[in-house]
């Protein structure tokens, strides 16, 4: 179970936002009375718990496995009645024929219509990092037939209206974000990644997927002010001010090799899901072959945004040891370093 | 140019009554914004201006304008939307717009043009020593979506449009665009929002920056090949359910360099008469300014040159420059 509470970002006109705890239920030691973003001691460290689950198919019953991972992670649904949950896809640059670069519809569906059996107002949202034509990658992606099937309202990020937020990880330079309105107006927000590689940051899961929470307008297409800013750094700082967030990871098939845009399929047939993104992450490194404390990204959020030590992190349904299938990096000596040391067991 | 494009337009918008359906509804506007329902924002008022501007539909262009006019900075930028004064990346477009007035007498907006031109000039993409992990040439400048960073394709386009627009086609900074835009084409035609390989892997073209590219480039020569695969990208992948965005500005693309397929008006008008998300005033003034062929004042401002003789001349697609 995670502790760690991010501040929700400070606006004048943003509404009032449910607090994280009143959505997670079970064990774990919460820190009560956090007004804001703070570092926690590494005593007082939480644990969090991933609930990873295999052999899971698009045309299968994942809406079962995603609910299972919810309730395993601690989420009560009880508290979701009416609240607005943000579906965060990837869709950075979709295309018809690499489905791997994005985020399967069938996930959205299956994610949707768990908020939405408890009674969730339920949006889909991205700001698509590299294509301008958000309806050409909703349709290239194959999730406007999706959305509209189930009436499933799109919220383009990329050109929303935009409310200032002070940056509450600090480890760029940027003084804070412009979020788009449907960001700071939900009550939980759900990373919804592919699980791919990044060629120049090792792998993208559910922190680097919030880069897509960002407008276009304010950043652009790409987003280069976050690479001049450094990608780590703003992968930490973007999650570290975002309010309340878990992730569900589709890593049905994922990418290996050339990623985040140009890689090969890697079918795995997980489903990933947790309420601590650090800790989602670290796991799904590790599936995948990598060492969590060598991506940097990843350094930053340990015991910040929450644990990506192994011990701390409590694993439901299967242990990330028997699904690992260490994924094919580029043969660059930056992202071979980040593999895990020889003579960690995997099956 | 206008006067020109309504006279010809009037008669063939009696074949094309969606046309004069998106004009009323621009015209009626209040928010131009990127979806229905939404807020100003400056993209799609330009736009709309210019899409009102080519239809010869002048006083309500000219009320576009005068409210583009108000989300001009004191420095001649213009930011994305009301309330939002950076960054400026919508700066061309606004002076596109205004040009697009520029041939009334008095001229309103003169000033503001002049402004967001010096703008333009001022400002430029981070540039570094070309990098053997990426394939364009880095150190080009063009123009960047937010000051600091580097420069890519659409924010380029854009802005060299706006500069030949206002008779600068010969300007170093306009040239040197121009070589960044070619370079920044994909070797096997189109080009994504501005990468071409990275690693040694070529990426993947698409369609609307493809098309804006190629309206930038109206009128350029290319020893390398890469326009003329450019419009065959065009070509072959442009189709009746192309989403709208990308369709208007592939045919703009198409158009800048004569290219128009026979079947673009049965296509626009099918874009036309999607709804939902599709209907936004954003897109709607662009699948308007597409209908222009030719005459889309993104690309006939540009072909039109101001001498030193002060008279404006054509310029014929091909020209080398």
């Known amino acids: 179970m995670t502790t760690h509470i991010p501040a929700a970002p400070h606006s004048a006109d943003s509404p009032p936002t449910l607090d994280r705890r009143a959505l997670l239920v079970g064990g774990g030691a919460v820190v009560a009375g956090l007004g804001g973003y703070q570092l926690l001691k590494p005593l007082w460290q939480p644990h969090s718990s991933v609930f990873i689950a295999k052999g899971q198919r698009y045309d299968g019953p994942i809406e079962q496995t995603i609910l299972d991972g919810l309730l395993a992670g601690g989420l009560d649904p009880r508290a979701l009645a009416g609240r607005k949950v943000l579906l965060k896809v990837n869709l950075v640059e979709p295309t018809r024929t690499a489905p791997q670069v994005t985020t399967h519809p069938a996930m959205v569906l299956a994610t949707a219509e768990v908020f939405r059996r408890w009674g969730a107002q339920v949006v889909v949202g991205e700001a698509s990092g590299h294509m301008r034509d958000t309806e050409m990658a909703l349709v290239e992606s194959g999730m406007a037939p999706a959305l509209d099937s189930a009436g499933l309202e799109f919220v383009d990020l990329n050109y929303e209206d935009v409310a200032w937020v002070k940056n509450a990880g600090r480890t760029s330079k940027l003084d804070g974000f412009y979020l788009p309105r449907p960001v700071m107006e939900a009550d939980l927000i759900v990373s919804m990644p592919k699980l791919k590689t990044h060629h120049w940051v090792g792998l993208t899961v559910s922190l680097k997927n919030m880069y897509g929470v960002l407008p276009g307008i304010k950043y652009g297409w790409p987003k280069n002010v976050l690479h001049h800013a450094g990608i780590p750094q703003t992968v930490f700082d973007i999650n570290a001010s975002l309010p309340k967030t878990i992730a569900v990871v589709d890593g049905i098939v994922g990418m290996e090799g050339d990623g985040p845009i140009m890689g090969s399929p890697k079918k795995l047939g997980l489903i990933v899901v947790g309420t601590n993104l650090a800790a989602v992450d670290a796991t799904c490194a590790r599936i995948i072959g990598l060492d969590p404390a060598r991506v940097n990204y990843l350094q930053l959020s340990a015991d910040r945004i929450g644990p990506i030590a192994e011990g701390r992190i409590a694993q439901r349904g299967e242990d990330w040891r028997q699904v690992a299938s260490p994924f094919v990096l580029l043969d660059r000596p930056e992202l071979q370093r980040l593999r895990l040391a020889p003579g960690v067991c995997v099956s | ?321």
């Open chain 2, 1 to 321: 140019m206008k006067i020109r494009a309504r006279d010809r337009f009037a008669a063939e918008r009696r074949d094309m009554p969606w046309i004069d359906d998106i004009l009323k509804r621009l015209a009626a506007e209040t928010a131009w914004s990127y979806r229905a329902g939404g807020t100003l924002a400056a993209e799609p008022l330009s736009l709309a201006a210019l899409a009102l501007a080519g239809h010869g539909h002048i006083a309500d262009s000219r009320r576009a304008c005068q409210r583009l006019a108000s989300l001009a900075n004191a420095d001649g930028s213009v930011g994305p939307k009301l309330g939002e004064p950076a960054p400026g990346w919508p700066t061309g477009l606004a002076v596109l717009a205004w040009t697009a007035l520029a041939n009334k007498t008095p001229d309103p907006f003169a000033d503001f043009s002049k402004r967001g031109v010096a703008w333009l000039l001022a400002s430029s993409g981070e540039t570094s020593p070309r990098n053997a992990d990426i394939g364009h040439d880095s150190s080009l400048r063009g123009w960047p979506w937010v000051q600091g960073t580097h420069s890519w394709i659409e924010p380029t386009a854009i802005n060299v449009l706006a500069l030949k627009a206002t008779g600068r086609n010969e300007h170093p900074r306009t040239r040197e665009a121009v070589r960044l835009l070619i370079d920044r084409l994909l070797p096997e035609g189109g080009c994504n929002y501005g990468n071409t390989t990275v690693f040694g892997q070529a990426l993947r073209p698409h369609l609307e920056p493809s098309g804006l590219a190629l309206a930038a480039l109206t009128g350029e020569g290319d020893a390398s090949g890469r326009i003329e695969r450019t419009i065959a990208y065009l070509e072959q992948t442009l189709n009746r359910e192309t989403t709208s965005l990308s369709l208007a500005y592939g045919l703009i693309g198409l158009a800048a360099h004569d290219r128009t397929p026979r079947v673009a008006e049965a296509w626009l008008e099918s874009a036309a008469g999607r709804g939902g998300r599709e209907a936004a005033p954003y897109k709607q003034a662009l699948l308007a300014l597409a209908a222009l062929k030719g005459e889309c004042p993104l690309i006939a401002l540009s072909r039109t040159l101001v001498g030193s003789d002060g008279c404006q001349q054509r310029r014929s697609p091909g020209t080398h420059s």
